[in-house]
């Protein structure tokens, strides 16, 4: 490897998903809050339906990205 080539390290598994964890904890639950009042009496297959795109929609697009970027230099 040449010297003038900063050595980088790979981001710590361990570390993310507790990065992850503690992102995800905090938006299930609000989504929970909002979510399932307005499903209530639905089959919980139903309510997963509508559930899960958002919440996997926040993970794409918001928590991951954040930690990708902002997190970083924790990883």
């Known amino acids: 490897m040449p010297e003038n080539q900063a050595r ?3 981001p710590s598994r361990l570390r993310f998903a507790i ?14 809050a909002i979510i399932l009042p307005l499903t209530d009496g639905w089959p919980l297959l139903m309510r997963n339906l509508v559930f899960v795109p958002v919440m996997v ?10 930690i990708q970027t902002r997190l ?3 990883l």
Request: hydrophobic content about 55%; overall charge positive; aromatic content about 14%.
């Open 8 to 10: 980088t390290r790979a």
């Open 19 to 32: 990065l992850v964890f503690l992102g995800v904890y905090p938006l299930v639950s609000i989504l929970q």
């Open 57 to 66: 929609g926040c993970m794409v697009w918001g928590v991951i990205p954040f």
């Open 72 to 74: 970083r230099h924790l």
